[in-house]
Every structure is written in C-alpha cells, then in structure tokens.
C-alpha cells in the first residue's frame, strides 16, 4: 500500500546515518525494488528499528545489511 511505503519512508529519513536503504515489495509473487540513491538512514539506532517493529505488517518486514 503506499501510504504504508510513504510513512515508512518519512521514518528512515528521520533518522539521518550514513547507511543507504532501499524497499523490496513482494506483490502477486514478484519482487519491486524500490531505491533511495540520495537518502540515508542510521541502521544502528535502536530507536529506528524499534519504531519499525510497531508498524502494521511488521512480520513480513526484513532488514539486510550489505556492505
């Protein structure tokens, strides 16, 4: 849904970092990438990951790291 991307989006730009991120979509089998080149986020802020494990759906979030 994008409301739900939308407000997931605002939540990582309000933690500003040095890691870049980007949404993978699972819709009808088929994975949308979805990039951010010029926006960041700080993956090691407990108090980011732990604003998105509130979020509706949150058993079908992930979060990868890769260098």
Request: glycine content about 8%.
């Amino acid at each position: 849904d994008a409301q739900h991307i939308g407000e997931v989006h605002e939540l990582m730009r309000s933690f500003p970092g040095a890691d870049r991120f980007c949404f993978i979509v699972m819709a009808h089998g088929n994975a949308l990438q979805l990039d951010f080149p010029n926006e960041t986020t700080d993956l090691n802020n407990g108090e980011l990951i732990g604003h998105l494990k509130t979020l509706p759906g949150v058993e079908s979030v992930q979060i990868s790291l890769s260098t």
